[in-house]
């Protein structure tokens, strides 16, 4: 079956330690997306990668880092710096950063405490 | 300032009821796409429409893209139907595939 993997479901971390998110997909999709949700808020771009070894800020991308060393994998990592992390944290990707049409993950709830 | 919006915030239903969830956006754009989370979390993509109307089995989306508006129905409503449909844009003048999110409409349909 072909989708997008996030793992884990949930994550807990102390606050000041970085954590790294998984996102994994086998569509074979250029494009990938890390999205932010919060309670009464749309999703929110934080970070999105038109192809491997590329990819650009989004909107909220302070406190976060990316990196894009395969086609399939585009790991998010949580840092110290980002002041309020607790929140569901969801992947996407596409075709290619021209279709938006995009397929999600099942996301991540990560809790700081 | 690139906007969407969705309303109702929230909308109950009984089983079998005709429901209709709207969105409005600011300026041109290029797609639209109606998306459903279900409460584990994970979106499915419902319909992307760029004109016209397109359903789908008990769902129908439309748009009006001189009124910047589209509507999202949904026929004979079930219980399993319950989940948060969220709209979401392509504005013309955004880059790739950039999409902008409504805040969602939580939907609860009552057997």
């Known amino acids: 079956d072909g989708g997008i993997t996030q793992s ?55 406190g976060y880092s990316v990196s894009r060393e395969k086609k399939e994998s ?19 990707s596409s075709i290619g950063f021209g279709v938006s049409e995009q397929f999600f993950g099942p996301g991540t709830r990560l809790t700081v405490l | 300032k690139n906007e969407v919006e969705q309303s109702p915030q929230n909308l109950t239903a009984q089983e079998g009821e005709f429901i209709t969830i709207n969105c409005s956006y600011s300026v041109g754009i ?21 004109s016209g109307k397109k359903k789908h089995g008990r ?26 449909y969220i709209c979401a844009v392509r504005f013309q003048e955004t880059s790739g595939s950039r999409l902008t999110f409504g805040e969602g409409t939580q939907l609860t349909v009552n057997p």
């Not at chain 1, 000041?16 to 999703?43: F, I, K």
């Not at chain 1, 585009?74 to 996407?92: G, R």
């Open chain 2, 30 to 50: 290029s797609a639209l796409h109606w998306l459903q989370q279900h409460p584990g979390g994970g979106i499915v993509s419902l319909f992307m429409l760029s």
């Open chain 1, 74 to 92: 585009f790991p998010l990592t949580v840092t110290s710096a980002q002041k309020n992390p607790t929140a569901f944290y969801l992947c996407a």
């Open chain 2, 59 to 84: 769902l129908i989306a439309t748009i009006n893209i001189q009124e910047k508006h589209s509507s999202l129905h949904i026929t004979a409503s079930h219980p399993r139907d319950s989940a948060v």
């Open chain 1, 8 to 62: 884990p479901k949930y994550l807990f971390r102390k606050e000041g330690q970085n954590v790294t998110l998984s996102c994994e997909q086998n569509l074979n999709h250029d494009a990938m997306y890390w999205y932010r949700q919060d309670p009464g808020q749309g999703l929110r771009l934080i970070y999105y990668s038109q192809i491997v070894n590329d990819f650009q800020k989004g909107d909220i991308a302070e």
